[in-house]
């Protein structure tokens, strides 16, 4: 899938633009502050619904205006077969074949509302698109920005979000896992603290009384059936606090059998992600280091690794450690089991990048994972990613240089930089290279 036109109108600092793309390499150059960046945060918005700058979406609209509008128009070439003669042969099928295209149209539009909000809709070929889950994966996009080369030594927060916008791309049900999770994650927190206000001792021994009756029976309980039941044969005294606190709890353990089933599902496409990782990793690494550093990655989680157990299982020890964790999360008011404190671990050759690798190695590895991610991408959904490297080749030696334009040969590539000098003489000799000049939130095709 390649993006061939980007509309943009009162984008940031851009009035109106219209700007149509080449298919291989477009190169965007200026001077600092201009708006080259504006350009690859809104074609990573038609991909990820995210910013890579800023999480508030009024940052988006012009200072002054009301609104703000992103359009995308894409295509994508395959081979079908052909209902008419005078056309390629499969070899494998011996079919006769011939070269389509497919276009997809994409739209976001924001809106200022009272009180600092803002309203957004989505468009997918003109038509309304309701979920933020089923916009993002129709066009995948790869990033990589200069703060993308602290993601080693970065919060695991940042990790968690690399692994996330991969997943959120090639696999939707993901997606949807994880923002339901997050919406149970926030009300379990919330209940929490609720029960925070409440005697600690009574909270405590009703828990471990409900928790008793739960493990006591021979079948699999039904926690949701388990708690109506629960609430039917309460005192019907609101002011008795012992119920109130009974009420609550069997929320939570209500809440808390969603909590481990959602879990378990984002823990276990995880794991998978990272174990089929590993190889197109291990492949770039060692091509950007001409075969002297093996790179590999591991899941860090709370617990067993999930890729060694049965999704049941998972969801079975989850369930135990959240009642073994009970009487901590009460005391700090938040949950601290589940993929929320999950994180990611680097290895160059065997020995932790964090804590061993030197700063020329730890940019070769965010190299590493950037090219494998548009590797993944491309096998996993069947659709070749665009690339977008935002003002990187000044971080980047002329070896790494050379390495990232080689090994980009067949992708649609959109590159910022201030200064055409900065590019590797391998770029410059590319054939059918796309040149944009930006200045001021003007953005004019150049020849250069």
């Known amino acids: 899938m390649k993006i061939k036109c980007l509309h943009l109108c009162n984008y940031r600092n851009i009035d109106e633009v219209t700007v149509n793309f080449g298919e291989n390499l477009n190169v965007i150059y200026g001077a600092n502050g201009q708006g080259k960046t504006n350009l690859l945060e809104a074609v990573y918005l038609l991909a990820l619904l995210s910013s890579h700058r800023t999480g508030k979406e009024s940052e988006l609209i012009k200072f ?64 309304p698109v309701g979920k933020s889950a089923d ?9 990589f920005a200069p703060e ?27 997606l949807y896992n994880l923002q339901k999770f997050n919406r149970v994650l ?37 926690i949701q059936e388990y ?7 309460s005192s019907e005294s609101e002011n008795d ?40 990793i291990r492949k770039f690494q060692e091509k950007l280091s001409d075969g002297k550093e093996k790179l590999t990655v591991k899941y860090v989680t709370d617990g067993e690794n999930p890729q060694n157990n049965a999704l049941e299982t ?32 680097f290895y160059l050759n065997e020995k932790n990048c964090r804590l061993f690798a030197s700063q020329g190695q730890q940019r070769t590895v ?10 993944y991408l491309r096998t996993k959904t069947y659709q070749t990613p665009v690339l977008l490297l935002d003002d990187v080749l000044s971080e980047l030696d002329e070896r790494r240089k050379a390495a990232l334009c080689a090994s980009v040969a067949d992708l649609q590539v959109l590159l910022t930089c201030t200064d055409l000098e900065l590019l590797n003489k391998n770029w410059l000799h590319k054939q059918n290279v796309s040149y944009y000049h930006v200045e001021n939130g003007k953005i004019l095709q150049a020849k250069v």
């Open 64 to 127: 002054t205006q009301e609104n703000c509008r992103i359009e995308g128009e894409f295509v994508r070439k395959f081979l079908s077969v052909s209902s008419s003669g005078n056309n390629q042969l499969d070899i494998k099928t011996g079919a006769e074949t011939e070269l389509r295209e497919e276009k997809l149209d994409l739209s976001i539009s924001l809106q200022k509302l009272p009180y600092g909000k803002i309203n957004r809709e989505l468009y997918k070929d003109d038509l």
């Open 135 to 143: 916009f993002i994966g129709n066009f995948n996009a790869v990033l």
């Open 148 to 174: 993308d080369l602290l993601l080693i030594k970065s919060a695991p927060q940042q990790r968690r979000q690399f692994i996330n916008r991969i997943l959120a791309q090639s696999k939707k049900i993901y």
């Open 186 to 222: 926030l009300g379990r927190n919330r209940l929490l603290k609720e029960l925070q206000l409440l005697d600690r001792f009574e909270v405590l021994q009703i828990y471990r009384d409900l928790t008793a009756d739960l493990l006591s029976e021979n079948k699999p309980i039904n």
């Open 227 to 233: 708690w109506q039941n629960l609430l039917q044969n």
């Open 241 to 280: 606090k012992k119920e109130i606190i009974r009420q609550k709890i069997a929320l939570l353990q209500a809440i808390d059998v969603k909590f481990a089933d959602l879990a378990a599902n984002i823990m276990q496409d995880r794991a998978e992600l990272l174990r089929d990782f590993n190889e197109p």
């Open 314 to 345: 998972i969801k079975e020890k989850l369930i135990a450690k959240i009642r073994q964790n009970f009487s901590n999360d009460l005391h700090k008011g938040y949950t601290s089991v589940g993929p929320q404190k999950d994180d990611v671990e």
């Open 366 to 375: 965010i190299l590493s994972l950037k090219l494998a991610e548009c590797d």
